[in-house]
């Protein structure tokens, strides 16, 4: 149920932000044609992959008490495990699990992933 009520919420601020970018794209040609200035190519504003949540890619990947190999691992994780991101530091993603994982983490339980091994979310513009 989280995860649909996410999904949802991210699809609404996506085309938000998608027709935010339109308008002010166009923006500039409109204001060229009212006022018989040369028109110039409009810009386009790509918007941040701004998703918190993250999909593990692999199997058996460790979940760690801090950003780095040299931290313990508090657990492992598999592929389709997810959580909320809450920091990162170089190429470390701190997560909260946004549900049990598949080897019996609790949900809440937060921890270390490399970025290598997950996939952030994208949300998506449905027509």
């Known amino acids: 149920m989280q995860s649909k009520l996410i999904s949802r919420a991210g699809v609404t601020v996506a085309m938000i932000a998608m027709g935010a970018a339109a308008s002010l794209a166009a923006a500039p040609t409109a204001l060229a044609a009212s006022t018989g200035a040369p028109t110039q190519a409009p810009t386009v504003l790509a918007a941040a992959n701004t998703c918190p949540t993250w999909t593990v890619t692999g199997n058996g990947v460790n979940f760690r008490s801090g950003a780095g190999t040299k931290y313990r691992a508090i657990g492992q994780l598999y592929r389709n495990d997810y959580g909320t991101k809450i920091a990162s530091s170089g190429s470390w993603i ?11 983490l609790k949900a809440g339980t937060t921890g270390w992933v490399s970025k290598s091994y997950l996939d952030q979310c994208v949300y998506m513009n449905l027509d």
């Open 94 to 104: 701190k997560l909260k699990l946004d549900k049990k994982s598949k080897s019996g």
